[in-house]
């Protein structure tokens, strides 16, 4: 389950043939970045130059130019040094970049000052993202300044800069058939690990254990990185959207909420589920927990071609105001307390975000001043919630300290839309089935 050579051709095709006549785009790669002292991160690509390459070696440079005879596909990356890599790993080197990865022609990363210049010298534009990576726009104006010093000899400098992200994210945000597939394995790897989370959870263990067990699921699956930090909330813990400390220790009687998922092949997964400690929800916790639920579901059916971005998100908000109405924690009229934003004291956020490679993957939301319109290709999450301070006084204090979210990804189809993350039950009467066995 892989995006094939051919795909990643048809992506840069795609976009050279949107880019203007007589012009060049440079994309740089990522580079390992420090921990401490002498150890890095775990080196994560570039997703933009991912999406065009398939290529996941630091510190590369893609270079597309439309319509050049000798090559409209280059690509910058580090050269095959038996040294380096018994000590660091296997390089792919140029010839492999043009053999494996299907480019036109590969150079020396060393060679990238000798080389770009030219490639440069006579375009009338540059499609670059400058102000994203402080040491590329150093080169890239190294470069034009060097063309402009010998403009009295002929040169001709570009005429100007085009930000790439436009052109680039459109296409990233409709997910062919292989993306939705690895986007769909990574939900199911989620979804498993957060059912082992459910089965292991009980008075006294840690918020890490659970995030333990969450990443060995991960692993074992074969995806040795979450997409994102893993928030495993419990009690009032919860109610901190970003919770990351996972520190605390699972008391009997609270919740916990978990927001993990993993990263597949390059593809973000991302689930939340709230379930209790102990197995089964108090009164006010199942009230809290369905009404959640019914604003979930209630926007996953407004997912569908044709509808418009926050049409999900207004239906959590009126089916999470009717119910906080009903349950006595809001006063007064549905419509007056939505357009008061009265709802915002327990449900502060929107009902989701574009996924794909990023977490917060890219994408207009808005087109023109206006929501979008959903289409086919387009994933999203859905993920309503209710936080009921500790500190809020204006309730009783039964409600105080619960926090729930319930989140799902959601890819948009011709006919309506399909859940990539069912496989994580989220009925209360499911999670306490699971927990009990």
């Known amino acids: ?257 978990i927001d993990a998922g993993c990263e597949y092949k390059g593809y973000a997964a991302d689930i939340t589920r709230t379930f209790p400690v102990n197995g089964k929800f108090s009164t006010e916790q199942r009230a809290l927990y369905d009404l959640v639920l019914n604003a979930q579901l209630a926007a996953i059916k407004k997912v569908r071609p044709g509808n418009t971005w926050n049409q999900p998100h207004d239906a959590t908000v009126r089916v999470i105001t009717r119910g906080l109405i009903a349950l006595g924690l809001l006063k007064g009229n549905e419509k007056q307390l939505i357009k008061d934003g009265a709802y915002r004291d327990f449900y502060m956020h929107r009902a989701g975000h574009w996924l794909g490679m990023d977490v917060h993957d890219v994408g207009d939301y808005r087109i023109d001043g206006k929501w979008r319109q959903l289409e086919p290709g387009m994933v999203l999450t859905i993920e309503p919630g209710i936080y009921v301070s500790p500190t809020n006084t204006k309730v009783p204090k039964k409600w105080r300290g619960i926090g729930i979210r319930i989140e799902d990804d959601v890819a948009v189809t011709a006919s309506g839309c399909q859940v990539l993350t069912a496989g994580v039950p989220k009925v209360a009467d499911d999670i306490e089935a699971l927990m009990a066995s």
């Not at 989620?190 to 292991?200: G, I, K, L, T, V």
């Open 1 to 257: 389950m892989t995006i094939s050579k051919s795909e990643y051709a048809r992506r840069r095709k795609r976009l050279m043939d949107m880019m203007a006549s007589n012009s060049i785009a440079l994309i740089p790669a990522a580079s390992e970045c420090t921990r401490s002292r002498d150890t890095q991160y775990p080196f994560r690509q570039d997703s933009d130059f991912l999406y065009l390459t398939g290529f996941a070696e630091p510190d590369g440079v893609l270079v597309l130019i439309p319509g050049r005879r000798h090559g409209q596909v280059l690509l910058f990356c580090r050269d095959r040094d038996p040294t380096m890599e018994q000590w660091h790993g296997y390089r792919a080197g140029p010839d492999g970049a043009v053999s494996t990865f299907g480019m036109d022609d590969a150079f020396p990363i060393d060679d990238i000052d000798d080389i770009v210049p030219g490639l440069v010298e006579g375009k009338q534009h540059i499609y670059y993202a400058m102000g994203h990576n402080d040491t590329f726009d150093r080169s890239v104006m190294a470069w034009v300044n060097q063309i402009r010093s010998q403009v009295r000899t002929g040169a001709k400098p570009p005429g100007d800069f085009t930000d790439l992200a436009f052109l680039l994210h459109e296409q990233r945000l409709f997910k062919s058939a292989a993306e939705l597939r690895i986007m769909a394995k990574a939900g199911d790897i989620s979804s498993q690990a957060h059912c082992q989370a459910m089965r292991e959870c009980r008075p006294g263990r840690y918020e890490y254990q659970l995030e333990g067990a969450i990443a060995r699921t991960f692993a074992e699956h074969g995806a040795r990185f979450p997409a994102y930090n893993s928030i495993v909330g419990s009690g009032a813990n919860a109610c901190v959207l970003h919770y990351d400390e996972n520190r605390d220790r699972l008391t009997d009687g609270d919740l916990v909420l």
